[in-house]
């Protein structure tokens, strides 16, 4: 990597110290190198970014960076950082990127045959390939927990259908073992129903996707259990599991981030005949978080496991 005149990160809470170790590295051995980092974690609120990383740190791109990125490799290296979206340095500031309106303006990976070289020479080593697509970017919730629940993302954009269904077509062609459906929240849209009826079809026409797995939508639950019936009806058995994503059972915790959940009622009844149709069930819970007490903590897990 030191050999690279750029070196570009993208930057969650799990890879950024690793990223920062690696960017030190790089440096080390080749000082010229561009180090430039983007993704969710980076963001102009982080308290002394720039005192802390300025020595192996070039450039960052705040927001969005599909067109922020594609005008960087443009201009590179003599690029002009006030046409840049998002871009932020020690001493400059453009504002956050543009949300991406048209979804569409962006290439898919998958369409374009990036992967098919990749899929056909991992396959042959007998590697099982797991895939992951969106049909959507964008939260309507303001979880303060949550990267998506930031204004910045609260409104959502949405790809095509023609494209999904090319998308979803592909899977079952290129024989992909688990599809991993990114949408935060998977169901929140009737199209979503749609999508889940071609998928069920693409597998008994190729046997492939063999496992779907979804982060589900936590208000939608006449939806949750049409997919799920869709895919019990169909023999595919596609639904590794239907997230219901609790984060705490704790109400003054709830209100503290901005979250709420399906009335107990409600999920007690769509576990129920979710469990009929033999569809599997899951929950997430977060430690630590605002207000919550290890007994509260106790608490909310005798819930779930009650429930």
């Not at 969650?12 to 993704?39: M, R, T």
């Not at 079809?201 to 779907?212: D, I, L």
């Not at 608490?299 to 009650?306: E, F, L, N, R």
Request: with cysteine; proline share 5%.
């Amino acid at each position: 990597l030191a050999k690279s005149h750029m070196v570009c990160f993208s930057c969650y809470v799990w890879n950024f110290s690793y990223h920062i170790e690696l960017a030190k590295a790089i440096k080390q051995y080749n000082p010229d190198c561009c180090i430039v980092v983007g993704g969710p974690h980076i963001h102009i609120e982080y308290p002394g970014f720039w005192e802390t990383y300025n020595d192996c740190i070039d450039l960052a791109i705040v927001g969005e960076g599909d067109h922020s990125f594609k005008s960087l490799l443009e201009q590179f290296p003599n690029y002009n950082i006030g046409s840049i979206p998002g871009a932020w340095t020690a001493t400059h500031w453009n504002g956050a990127a543009p949300r991406v309106i048209d979804l569409d303006s962006l290439p898919s990976p998958y369409l374009a045959g990036f992967f098919d070289g990749i899929i056909e020479h991992e396959q042959s080593q007998g590697k099982l390939i797991e895939a992951m697509m969106q049909t959507n970017r964008g939260c309507p919730y303001h979880c303060s927990f949550c990267e998506q629940g930031k204004e910045y993302k609260n409104k959502m954009y949405f790809f095509a259908q023609d494209r999904i269904i090319k998308e979803l077509e592909w899977m079952g062609q290129k024989e992909i073992e688990v599809l991993d459906m990114a949408d935060d929240n998977w169901g929140i849209h009737e199209q979503d129903v749609e999508y889940m009826q071609y998928l069920c079809q693409v597998k008994n026409q190729y046997g492939y996707p063999r496992v779907f797995d979804a982060a589900y939508a936590k208000n939608a639950p006449e939806r949750i259990l049409e997919m799920a019936k869709i895919d019990q009806a169909a023999g595919t058995g596609l639904i590794r599991g239907v997230t219901f994503a609790y984060q705490s059972n704790n109400s003054v915790t709830l209100n503290a981030v901005r979250r709420f959940n399906l009335v107990p009622e409600k999920q007690l009844t769509l576990i129920q005949e979710l469990k009929k149709l033999g569809t599997p069930t899951y929950t997430e819970m977060i430690w630590p978080l605002p207000h919550e007490t290890y007994e509260s903590l106790l608490d909310g897990i005798d819930k779930t496991i009650a429930m």
